[in-house]
């Protein structure tokens, strides 16, 4: 009787090359699926910021909720820091505020699964802050100014910019801050209207400048 046939080493090769291929393309997927579900998580987050944002506003006479400080204290000892966006949000929807988050100033906290958290971005702590989601500084007043305008007064709430992912820790910022690769080489925005929207880096980041773009009509800055 003739002898089982073995393997060659040419034929193992093969066969060894097949499998690692099958085995990348399961990860790519894998890896796909992953960021995509990542992503969704992290619009919801923004689209609670944005209900929060209309049902404060809906509560206060049309007005929206002050900026606060880009850094604030980790301590909160003014108005400015009790009345700030990333205090009056959270309570406006039953959540505890930025102040009660102990991830905000040590950098081996698990960061949990919550609206303030964007599964996506990999920036933790400075000691003092962090905030995956940042708010734009133009609206109410510029920076600190913190003057609270209507919403009823913004003409154009669908394209106005009210927060975004954050590629820093401030709190509050302008276009330089928004994260120009975080989601399938993105970012994704909150506007005035509550709605979320996802857009290419390269619809609001000038890559060769290394700063931010204000001259996208579907991303206005100000008011």
Same mark, same amino acid.
């Given at each position: 009787?003739?002898?089982?046939?073995?393997?060659?080493?040419?034929?193992?090769?093969? $066969?060894? !090359?097949?499998?690692?291929?099958?085995?990348?393309?399961?990860?790519?997927?894998?890896?796909?699926?992953? $960021?995509? !579900?990542?992503?969704?998580?992290?619009?919801?987050?923004?689209?609670?910021?944005?209900? &929060? =944002?209309?049902?404060? &506003? &809906?509560?206060?006479?049309?007005?929206?909720?002050?900026?606060? #400080?880009?850094?604030?204290?980790?301590?909160? *000892?003014? !108005?400015?820091?009790?009345?700030?966006?990333?205090?009056? %949000?959270?309570? =406006?929807?039953?959540?505890?505020?930025?102040?009660?988050?102990?991830?905000?100033?040590?950098?081996? &906290?698990?960061?949990? *699964?919550?609206?303030?958290?964007?599964?996506?971005? #990999?920036? #933790?702590?400075?000691?003092?802050?962090?905030?995956?989601?940042?708010?734009?500084?133009?609206?109410?007043?510029?920076?600190?100014?913190?003057?609270?305008?209507? %919403?009823?007064?913004?003409?154009?709430?669908?394209?106005?910019?009210? %927060?975004?992912?954050?590629?820093?820790? !401030?709190?509050?910022?302008?276009?330089?801050?928004?994260?120009?690769?975080?989601?399938?080489?993105?970012?994704?925005?909150?506007?005035?209207?509550?709605?979320?929207?996802?857009?290419?880096?390269?619809?609001?980041?000038?890559? #060769? =400048?290394?700063?931010?773009?204000?001259?996208?009509?579907?991303?206005?800055?100000?008011?």
């Amino acid at each position: 009787m003739p002898r089982d046939r073995a393997f060659t080493l040419i034929e193992l090769l093969v $066969a060894m !090359a097949i499998i690692a291929i099958l085995a990348a393309l399961l990860l790519s997927v894998i890896g796909r699926a992953k $960021a995509s !579900a990542q992503g969704l998580t992290c619009r919801n987050n923004l689209r609670q910021w944005g209900q &929060a =944002t209309q049902l404060y &506003a &809906a509560d206060h006479g049309d007005h929206l909720p002050q900026e606060g #400080r880009s850094n604030p204290p980790l301590i909160p *000892h003014v !108005a400015m820091d009790t009345n700030s966006w990333y205090v009056i %949000l959270p309570q =406006t929807i039953g959540l505890p505020s930025y102040y009660d988050m102990p991830w905000r100033s040590n950098l081996h &906290a698990n960061l949990g *699964h919550s609206i303030w958290i964007c599964p996506s971005n #990999r920036r #933790r702590s400075n000691g003092n802050n962090l905030f995956h989601y940042c708010l734009n500084e133009h609206v109410n007043g510029t920076g600190g100014s913190n003057s609270s305008i209507r %919403l009823v007064s913004v003409p154009h709430p669908t394209v106005v910019v009210w %927060l975004f992912d954050n590629g820093g820790l !401030a709190a509050v910022a302008q276009w330089n801050n928004v994260h120009s690769n975080l989601h399938s080489h993105g970012a994704q925005f909150t506007f005035l209207d509550g709605h979320v929207a996802w857009f290419k880096n390269t619809e609001y980041w000038n890559f #060769r =400048t290394n700063k931010g773009l204000t001259n996208n009509p579907k991303l206005v800055w100000f008011p």
